[in-house]
T-cell receptor, first 115, second 112 residues
Framework: GAVVSQHPSWVICKSGTSVKIECRSL??????MFWYRQFPKQSLMLMAT?????????EQGVEKDKFLINHASLTLSTLTVTSAHPEDSSFYIC???????????FGPGTRLLVL | SQQGEEDPQALSIQEGENATMNCSYK?????LQWYRQNSGRGLVHLIL?????REKHSGRLRVTLDTSKKSSSLLITASRAADTASYFC????????????FGQGTRLTINP
């Protein structure tokens, strides 16, 4: 199968600190990964598209300086929430595309709580 | 909003009954996908149906797609308590660079 992992699975941090979330494709190479945000009992909202070796593409309304994305290898993308505030508390989920397949494989998510 | 609509928002049925969830979307698509999410977890891919397909089966799952009405349905037959989860449809819009657009989801509860 196609396995995607995320680390950490949950994190609590103080307001003003930065938090890095990793998304890894464990058994396949992913040139494209996606980052989503999900508030409680709501749907997933796409934040950005992460392409290996190039700059991420951000969706409208998502601050690129606030949510830094790095896709340095074919198996790893990172999302850094900079100067986190309580309103950034959410469930962050990544997904990865396997080659030319249409199916996105999702990670288990990272729950962020900013105090 | 580009997000699709799903109905019902919540559905509670008895174990063994069939569950039907509907999804409507707004743009032309390459395909439509259904995902399941257990509480606080990631998404599990259930089934993908392409725009030129009308019906697809996978085990106890049956998905239909009507591109003229821009709608899809997911039927789970002979439901089990383990089917309790949130179910999301997601569309892959044409010229959308494979950026999925998710519906609001249906929270399904199967009562034993």
């Amino acid at each position: 199968g196609a396995v995607v992992s995320q680390h950490p699975s949950w994190v609590i941090c103080k307001s003003g600190t930065s938090v890095k979330i990793e998304c890894r494709s464990l058994d396949f190479q992913a040139t494209t990964m996606f980052w989503y945000r999900q508030f409680p009992k709501q749907s997933l909202m796409l934040m950005a598209t992460s392409n290996e070796g190039s700059k991420a593409t951000y969706e409208q309304g998502v601050e690129k300086d606030k949510f830094l994305i790095n896709h340095a290898s074919l198996t790893l993308s990172t999302l850094t929430v900079t100067s986190a505030h309580p309103e950034d508390s959410s469930f962050y989920i990544c997904s990865a595309l396997r080659g030319s397949q249409e199916t996105q494989y999702f990670g288990p998510g990272t729950r962020l709580l900013v105090l | 909003s580009q997000q699709g609509e799903e109905d019902p928002q919540a559905l509670s049925i008895q174990e063994g009954e069939n569950a039907t969830m509907n999804c409507s979307y707004k743009t032309s698509i390459n395909n439509l996908q259904w995902y399941r999410q257990n509480s606080g977890r990631g998404l599990v891919h259930l089934i993908l149906i392409r725009s030129n397909e009308r019906e697809k089966h996978s085990g106890r799952l049956r998905v239909t797609l009507d591109t003229s009405k821009k709608s899809s349905s997911l039927l789970i037959t002979a439901s089990r308590a383990a089917d309790t989860a949130s179910y999301f449809c997601a569309t892959d819009p044409i010229q959308g660079a494979q950026k999925l657009v998710f519906g609001q989801g249906t929270r399904l509860t199967i009562n034993p």
